[in-house]
T-cell receptor
Framework: NAGVTQTPKFRVLKTGQSMTLLCAQD?????MYWYRQDPGMGLRLIHY???????AKGEVPDGYNVSRLKKQNFLLGLESAAPSQTSVYFC???????????FGPGTRLTVT | AQTVTQSQPEMSVQEAETVTLSCTYD???????LFWYKQPPSRQMILVIR??????QNATENRFSVNFQKAAKSFSLKISDSQLGDAAMYFC?????????FGAGTRLTVKP
């Protein structure tokens, strides 16, 4: 049981480049989430999904897109990276909307 | 929008003593969920304790307990018999429909 995994663990991008972060969970959870964590701040929700084929905006969705084509995967895309998107990105999943969220190890993204 | 406030950026406790971390939140909802998460230097987010707003009884998990005051919108975490392994960032979080909001965190130092 791997839990929640994230690929890649580190990435450096130049301004304007695009990339996709992959989150995978093997717990058959319905709900999946993408957060970003900046220094001195708590996690902020970017987008989330309440089931396969569905997505919803969180607190800070601008500049990001997501897709949930398979129940176990949740992809976060940056179409044109900006230095303001330098952050640590966490993926999480949960079985119930009110339940514990299980987090991945995080991806450190630097945009220069 | 719901907001979560942690007014103590840093706290310190002597090993084996008790410490209380504060959290307040703002919501107009009556049914919601509150969480405390721990983030050690490894960066992994770990659930410490969870509270349903409709339950009057305060949640307890071993050395961790909460003081939930619904009318005051307060949700503090008490750590008893503090251990060196408790040193971490602690985040308070609010969720109602999956759109989880985190506070900015409290850094807890445990002195031997």
């Amino acid at each position: 049981n791997a839990g929640v995994t994230q690929t890649p663990k580190f990435r450096v991008l130049k301004t304007g480049q695009s990339m996709t972060l992959l989150c995978a969970q093997d717990m058959n959870h319905e709900y999946m989430y993408w957060y970003r964590q900046d220094p001195g701040m708590g996690l902020r929700l970017i987008h989330y999904s309440v089931g396969e084929g569905t997505t919803a905006k969180g607190e800070v969705p601008d500049g990001y897109n997501v897709s949930r084509l398979k129940k176990q995967n949740f992809l976060l895309g940056l179409e044109s990276a900006a230095p303001s998107q330098t952050s640590v990105y966490f993926c999480a999943s949960s079985y119930f909307v009110s339940g514990e969220q299980y987090f991945g190890p995080g991806t450190r993204l630097t945009v220069t | 929008a719901q907001t979560v406030t942690q007014s103590q950026p840093e706290m310190s406790v002597q090993e084996a003593e008790t410490v209380t971390l504060s959290c307040t939140y703002d919501t107009s909802e009556s049914d919601y969920y509150l969480f405390w998460y721990k983030q050690p230097p490894s960066r992994q987010m770990i659930l410490v304790i969870r509270q349903e707003a409709y339950k009057q009884q305060n949640a307890t998990e071993n050395r961790f307990s909460v003081n939930f005051q619904k009318a005051a919108k307060s949700f503090s975490l008490k750590i008893s018999d503090s251990q060196l392994g408790d040193a971490a960032m602690y985040f308070c979080a609010y969720s109602q429909t999956g759109d989880m909001r985190f506070g900015a965190g409290t850094r807890l130092t445990v002195k031997p």
